[in-house]
């Protein structure tokens, strides 16, 4: 079970950061991304953090977020800076493993980030 918190309002040029934390699971062991839909849009790929500990991002978003894991509570974060009110979306968090047959994806509950002054 994956417990998403750190959404609210910022303002333009703002930061936040999101978590997501695990219990019953080990991210150790799973692929870990955040994904966010804004309005009337689909649920798209921000960025992921393998099991490995590579890393991956959107291009809106490359050197202004950051996804990084703490083992130690379980939890993986995502840092947001220099936000732009395109930024505004619910954001999930994602683990995801290849159980040799196909990926299987848990879900967070998602957490909205609204920019706007």
């Known amino acids: 079970q994956l417990q998403a918190s750190g959404g609210g309002l910022v303002q333009p040029g703002g930061s936040l950061r999101l978590s997501c934390e695990a219990s019953?699971?080990?991210?150790?062991?799973?692929?870990t991304a955040w994904y966010r839909q804004a309005p009337g849009k689909q649920r798209d790929l921000v960025a992921s953090f393998t099991y490995e500990g590579d890393t991956n991002y959107e291009d809106s978003v490359k050197g202004r977020f950051t996804i990084s894991r703490d083992n130690a509570k379980n939890t993986v974060f995502l840092q947001m800076h220099s936000m732009t009110p395109e930024d505004t979306a619910v954001y999930y968090c994602?683990?995801?493993?290849?159980?040799?047959?196909?990926?299987?994806?848990?879900w967070g509950q998602g957490t909205l980030v609204t920019v706007s002054s």
């Open positions: 994602d683990a995801y493993t290849f159980d040799g047959r196909d990926w299987r994806h848990y």
């Open positions: 019953g699971m080990t991210y150790t062991r799973y692929n």
